[in-house]
């Protein structure tokens, strides 16, 4: 059977649906599709209103070649959203990013607001015309005029240096400073009103750059993390309360043991939900939690506590008597109530797909959610509350076809402890027809198998025979806080273990072909090919995508030194880094790495892709040939995010694995120029 997946032109052609908001009456349901530019060169988005009660098809809103995101309802039901589509009235102007504002009452957008620096996204409040929206200021700047008019020196001048005294200077593909993110409350929404600004934290310094701004039900206080600095390059996350009408600030819960996140307002405006992230070290493995914050004053209390699960919450049902959240569970990420009052936890979904961006009815009888699987991509759902029965909504797109099936197995580490995995298999595979199969490892480590991936899509694969067999092995979320210890600081030891278990059940089975399987992993997923490269020659072939190599060099040079540092002891580090063994590796490898990956640093790859050629069982021979590729992307960081760059990566994949698995050639991407 043909299928989408057959041909990378038509994969990466496939739309892709992120982010859903609801308006305050729960008639209208926004969320914004990616699709590919005239030229295939990249993706551009538009917001898509899909209809809560199912009755009409999904219809676009917006359209523009710059493309628009960020969506958030007014009160009213205006629409909200970001783009740098060009200002009607301002022809020559520069194209950048500004805040855009869609009638509910019909008709085109208008531009509600500019601003050099532009704008990153928008936060609206449930019950009150408040809008709060980010952008980056140049750290020296002391208004909106002064920022604009250093940024158009430093642009003149052709310079792009910046001067640091703090950590960290990078963070995933971005340089940081001097342009720091502060959130600028927004003063009037009329029509002639004034668009000044108010910077609500100017103190925040680089602090809000993971951050996501929450505002209370009526506007009046806004909930942010706040990232703040620590002695010998280390730093902590706070919880801070500001006052949006005089940003008064207050910091409402800090400490050296934990980072806090907020969650949503509860409708009261009286609890505030807080996501607790234990601070680690190489004999304390991280643990999230669940707070209420009592915003009237108290302390906070630990809400579900005995919940073996690590929660992320969503919303509040109308009432205020519980908090919709999902969670990491056995392959998937259900969504659950928990009553605040008792801390009783009730499964409401109860299908085996990923739920996000979870957005509840006025009348708290359903949500609305995105829902992923293996078997589809997000798409837009209804659920009913009480009876956890979900209806798919007409959608944007429809789901594409599939070259295959999928099932979950179950295999047992070396301690007993069970090893789930999805498996994907080829349409054809059965006992009188073995297929080849792959060795898929997740990255994070902290993470799970659970919901669908444009960036690692198994039915690629699929589509060209192999099985993909996808395990979530110790260190993995979903399982409980005893997986997660099981590996933590040891990746060498349970997780790879787990893994090569897993991989004893996939090759012990009558349709795979046990001869020809190979191993592939991304980023952590890379570290552990790595690994796994050194340690055994049970695979054909190992593909590793932005791995870890060096774990002495990777600590300090990635962009959280002291994220990892806390993991390992430099001794915890020499023992699970993958480089001591690189002289026991007989396996051909395909390195792949992106030069503008701050997260696994190119040095990583360079270094590898040196001591494979150099010092591997399978060095470079008098004439420089060798059975290892590096496949290099100077333009690209820790993903693959080109379109054309994407079909380039599962095109030499294929091509390498063909020649190694299957012990065939296969024509390379024509536009290697090779
Ligand atoms: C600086 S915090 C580290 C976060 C994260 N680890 C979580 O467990 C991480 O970035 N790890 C990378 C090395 C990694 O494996 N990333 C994965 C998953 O995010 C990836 O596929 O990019």
Redo the contacts with the bound molecule.
């Keep these: 059977m043909t299928t989408p997946f057959s041909s990378l032109e038509d994969f990466v052609a496939l739309p892709r649906l992120s982010g859903l908001v609801l308006n305050r009456e729960g008639t209208r349901l926004v969320t914004s599709v990616a699709t590919l530019n005239p030229k295939k060169t990249a993706y551009q988005t538009a917001l898509w209103e899909v209809d809560p009660a199912g009755g009409q098809p999904a219809r676009r809103l917006t359209r523009s070649s710059e493309g628009e995101s960020g969506a958030a309802f007014l009160p009213s039901g205006d629409l909200l959203f970001t783009s740098a589509r060009p200002d009607p009235d301002d022809a020559d102007g520069e194209k950048r990013p500004a805040l855009w504002r869609l009638p509910a009452s019909g008709g085109e957008s208008s531009l509600l607001l500019t601003r050099e620096g532009g704008v990153g996204g928008v936060a609206t409040a449930e019950a009150a015309d408040v809008v709060v929206v980010t952008g980056t200021v140049l750290a020296g700047s002391a208004n909106e005029e002064d920022d604009a008019e250093r940024r158009k020196a430093r642009k003149e001048a052709g310079v792009a240096a910046v001067l640091h005294s703090g950590y960290p200077v990078r963070y995933?593909d971005a340089d940081l400073g001097p342009e720091e993110p502060r959130y600028f409350g927004l003063q009037d929404l009329g029509e002639d009103g004034d668009r000044s600004l108010a910077d609500l934290i100017p103190s925040a310094r680089g602090g809000l750059r993971d951050a996501h701004p929450v505002l209370s039900p009526d506007g009046s206080a806004l909930f942010t993390s706040l990232t703040v600095p620590e002695e010998r390059g280390s730093e902590r996350t706070v919880l801070v309360r500001v006052d949006v009408a005089t940003k008064e600030s207050v910091v409402l819960l800090d400490d050296r043991g934990n980072d806090y996140a907020p969650g949503p307002v509860s409708p009261d405006g009286r609890y505030l939900a807080v996501i607790r992230d234990r601070r680690t070290r190489a004999d304390l493995p991280?643990r999230t939690s669940l707070l209420l914050l009592p915003l009237e004053g108290g302390e906070p209390s630990e809400l579900a506590g005995e919940w073996d699960r690590w929660p992320s919450p969503a919303a509040w049902l109308p009432d205020g008597s519980a908090l919709v959240v999902t969670a990491d569970d056995d392959g998937s990420a259900p969504v659950f109530v928990i009553d605040v009052s008792t801390g009783a936890v009730r499964r409401v979904t109860e299908d085996a797909a990923a739920y996000t961006d979870v957005r509840v009815s006025p009348d708290g009888r359903s949500a609305y959610a995105l829902r992923s699987s293996y078997l589809f991509p997000p798409e837009v759902v209804r659920i009913d509350l009480a009876s956890g029965s979900t209806e798919r909504l007409p959608n944007p797109a429809e789901r594409p076809e599939l070259p295959g099936s999928l099932e979950r197995v179950e295999s047992a580490g070396e301690d007993g402890q069970p090893v789930r995995s999805w498996l994907v298999l080829p349409d054809g595979a059965s006992a009188g027809a073995p297929v080849p199969a792959l060795l898929w490892i997740?990255?994070?480590?902290?993470?799970s198998w659970n919901a669908w991936t444009w960036?690692?899509s198994p039915w690629i694969m699929a589509a060209r025979g192999y099985a993909v067999l996808l395990p979530d092995p110790a260190?993995s979320t979903g399982y409980g806080q005893h997986m997660v210890d099981r590996g933590w600081g040891q990746w060498g030891g349970a997780p790879y273990t787990d893994l090569m278990a897993a991989t004893d059940g996939l090759v012990a089975r009558d349709d795979i072909d046990g001869t020809r399987v190979a191993a592939m992993g991304?980023?952590?997923?890379?570290?552990m090919a790595n690994w796994v490269a050194g340690h055994t020659d049970r695979f054909a072939a190992i593909v590793t995508h932005?791995s870890?190599w060096a774990l002495d060099q990777f600590g300090p040079t990635?962009?959280?030194a002291y994220?990892?540092e806390r993991e390992m002891t430099p001794d915890m580090m020499s023992e699970n880094s993958p480089h001591h063994h690189v002289a026991n590796i007989s396996t051909p490898m395909l390195v792949i790495h992106g030069d503008k990956d701050y997260?696994?640093p190119i040095g990583e790859g360079l270094r590898l892709w040196y001591e494979l050629l150099s010092a591997s069982k399978l060095p470079a021979d008098d004439e420089g040939r060798t059975p290892h590729r590096f496949l290099y992307f100077p333009d690209e960081n820790?993903?693959i995010l080109k379109p054309q760059h994407a079909r380039i990566w599962y095109g030499v994949v294929e091509a390498f694995l063909a020649s190694h698995v299957l012990g065939e050639e296969r024509d390379l991407p024509s536009e290697l120029g090779l």
């Design positions: 995933w991280p997740h990255g994070g480590p902290i993470g960036r690692w260190l991304g980023s952590f997923g890379g570290y932005a870890l990635t962009d959280a994220y990892w997260r696994v820790h993903w």
